[in-house]
């Protein structure tokens, strides 16, 4: 398959793009400079082009600025919000106008979308939340109906916390693990609905291949687990104690309303359409996950 890759710089866009390599797929960029490549785009100002003389039979859209990287003044806010809406608006339209359209669309979501759902289960079937976290993902998924609308089989994906060493939440925790000054967040009740990377980009491809995907599919492990369980987890393979907890009125006063919905929020989510469509996790569980991504 010819596929094109945008936010391909990114920890999920790195890994995909040399995983789809090594399984015999040509791999393209959306590059910001148009020196580099046969597609570029600037989709701020609107700006894109793709080489019409290369057919593409997939276009895979990861864009965005990181969610937890930097407080959440209004303006990295709307820096959040903007960069995912007009970056999938922008070649939501692009690839609907294609004479020789793609044959999929796979555009980035998240598990935001369902908001705080506390100890209750949540699946593609349950309706979205009402926080901002759910107000981007919403936003985020209804950029990409130029592309649903010109017939083009168009995924969301709904990702959960992505754990790999080298980027995301896991390795902004394992200096303070590794130091045995992790613990708890809050009361540590909390859940959080997580993938391994490498399950990630599996699963990414798997949707690539199976025509029967489309609309919202949750890339999640089947066991979620809560942050009490994740610190326990992380703590004995990394073999360092977990005793120094982080109240949550820590959280709020240093973190503000990033803390209260990303550490403190709670997310229990079922891969319902992932499973049900015979997709099988490496690492299903949070152990073997973290064995593994902490091992390699």
Known sequence: MNILISGASGLIGTAL???????GHTVYKLHRDKQIGSFYWKPEFGHIHLDSRIHLDAVINLNGVNIGDKPWTQSRKKAILDTRIQSTQVLAEAISKR??????????????????TGSEW?????????????????????ASRAAKDAGIRTVNIRTGVVLDKKGGALAKMLLP???????????????M????????????????????????????????????????????VLKR?????????????VFGEMGD???????????????DNGFEFQYPDIESALQSTLKN
């Open 261 to 275: 919905l990303l550490l403190l929020g709670s997310n229990r989510i079922n891969s319902k359409v992932l499973q």
């Open 177 to 191: 693990f590794k130091l045995g000054l992790g613990g708890r967040v809050g009361t540590g009740e909390q859940y």
């Open 122 to 142: 949540a699946d593609e079937s349950s309706p979205s939340g009402k926080n901002f976290l759910s107000d981007i993902a919403k936003h985020w998924e209804q």
């Open 99 to 116: 004479s020789q359209k793609p044959s999929v669309f796979i555009s980035a979501s998240a598990i935001g979308f369902y908001g705080d």
């Open 17 to 23: 793009m040399q995983y789809l390599e090594e399984q």
């Open 241 to 253: 104690p977990t005793v120094f907890p982080m109240p949550a009125f820590i959280v709020k006063l």
């Open 193 to 236: 609905s997580w993938i391994s990377l490498t399950d990630e980009i599996r699963a990414i491809e798997h949707i690539l291949q199976n025509t029967s995907i489309s609309g919202p599919v949750n890339l999640t492990a089947p066991e979620p687990v809560t942050n009490d369980d994740f610190t326990k987890t992380l703590g004995s």
